[in-house]
T-cell receptor, first 111, second 116 residues
Framework: SQQGEEDPQALSIQEGENATMNCSYKTSINNLQWYRQNSGRGLVHLILIRSNEREKHSGRLRVTLDTSKKSSSLLITASRAADTASYFCATANNAGNMLTFGGGTRLMVKP | KAGVTQTPRYLIKTRGQQVTLSCSPISGHRSVSWYQQTPGQGLQFLFEYFSETQRNKGNFPGRFSGRQFSNSRSEMNVSTLELGDSALYLC???????????????FGPGTRLLVL
């Protein structure tokens, strides 16, 4: 079963606009990770935020984590057509590396 | 460093057959995890191996099994294939600092299995 729910399921924006995706989860976590997937290929790791962190930046990416609300958001600023992909959040909540994924957000960036 | 590699990339099998998929982790990574991705169920965790031991197991039937070798390479096996096993199987490796730590997982390109 999936731990997380992502919102929206699909998002269509123009190049240059910002894209925000949200993720909610159900149980306590050690960290939360965001991944990108292009057309059914492998997952590309974007960013990892630990449970004791509230915000993290990486290039055009900004991730926030609110453990009290069990939610996270991924912001992509100044989007590009190449950002078109599916984005997944994944949580890790035990001693191993078992990731529980959300259903994903399909982002389309129109040139 | 070379990334995670998976072989084969594509596979077609018939119901009742068995299949073995292979994963070579990034050099130095000792943890290998397997995931199944289908349109209906999304991404689901199969199992994780760390230093040749299965550390975690997802909610899949016993037809799904795996192992890890001393060089950290991993294989997963699916026996008595069913139509519903058609999926993208993804392998991920990571380099946890210790048994109880978690680090970024790096995914391979996947093996796309079609069961007819």
């Amino acid at each position: 079963s999936q731990q997380g729910e992502e919102d929206p399921q699909a998002l269509s924006i123009q190049e240059g606009e910002n894209a925000t995706m949200n993720c909610s989860y159900k149980t306590s976590i050690n960290n939360l990770q965001w991944y990108r997937q292009n057309s059914g290929r492998g997952l590309v790791h974007l960013i990892l935020i630990r449970s004791n962190e509230r915000e993290k930046h990486s290039g055009r990416l900004r991730v926030t984590l609110d453990t009290s609300k069990k939610s996270s958001s991924l912001l992509i600023t100044a989007s590009r057509a190449a950002d078109t992909a599916s984005y997944f959040c994944a949580t890790a909540n035990n001693a191993g590396n078992m990731l529980t994924f959300g259903g994903g957000t399909r982002l389309m960036v129109k040139p | 460093k070379a990334g995670v590699t998976q072989t084969p990339r594509y596979l077609i099998k018939t119901r009742g057959q068995q299949v073995t998929l292979s994963c070579s982790p990034i050099s130095g990574h000792r943890s290998v995890s397997w995931y199944q991705q289908t349109p209906g169920q999304g991404l689901q965790f199969l199992f994780e191996y760390f230093s040749e031991t299965q550390r975690n197991k997802g909610n899949f039937p016993g037809r799904f099994s795996g192992r890890q070798f001393s060089n950290s390479r991993s294989e997963m096996n699916v026996s008595t294939l069913e139509l519903g096993d058609s999926a993208l199987y993804l392998c991920a490796s990571s380099s946890p600092r210790g048994l109880h730590s978690q680090e970024t997982q790096y995914f391979g390109p996947g093996t796309r299995l079609l069961v007819l």
